[in-house]
C-alpha cells in the first residue's frame, strides 16, 4: 500500500528546474527523517537527499550538492528543488521516510516507507 506519493516530476531541458513534492497519504512524517533517492535505467537507486525531522539537518549526495535543497514544508509536505539539472540527473524519483528521526541516512535501509516514483527527464 502506497503511503508517501510524489509529484512534480516532467521533462525539462538541461539547465533548468524542477520542483518534486512528497506528501504522506496515512499520517505525517513530522516526527521522521526523509529522503529522495533516484533510479536511473539500468542502475542503482541511489541516495540524492535527506533531512532530519525537523530539517536541522540535511545530507546531499556530491552529486547534487549547491543544486538541490530539500525542504520540510509541514509536516506532511517534503519538496526537492531542483536547479541547473543535467542530462545525468533523469532517473525516476523516490520519496522515502525512515523510522527515525535523526539521522537523515544515505543509505536504502535506513528507510522504510516509500513512494512508487515520480519520472524526471532531462534533455540536452
Known amino acids: 500500500q502506497v503511503q508517501l506519493v510524489e509529484s512534480g516530476g516532467g521533462l525539462v531541458q538541461a539547465g533548468g528546474s524542477l520542483r518534486l513534492s512528497c506528501t504522506d497519504s496515512r499520517r505525517t512524517f513530522s516526527n521522521n527523517a526523509v529522503a529522495w533517492f533516484r533510479q536511473a535505467p539500468g542502475k542503482e537507486r541511489e541516495f540524492v537527499a535527506a533531512?532530519?525531522?525537523?530539517?536541522?539537518?540535511t545530507n546531499y549526495a556530491d552529486s547534487v550538492k549547491g543544486r538541490f535543497t530539500i525542504s520540510r514544508s509541514s509536516a506532511s509536505l517534503v519538496t526537492l528543488q531542483m536547479n541547473s539539472l543535467k542530462p545525468e540527473d533523469t532517473a525516476v524519483y523516490y520519496c522515502a521516510a525512515s523510522r527515525l528521526a535523526v539521522p537523515p541516512g544515505t543509505a536504502r535501509s535506513d528507510y522504510n516507507r516509500w513512494g512508487q516514483g515520480t519520472q524526471v527527464t532531462v534533455s540536452s
Open positions: 533531512a532530519s525531522w525537523n530539517g536541522g539537518i
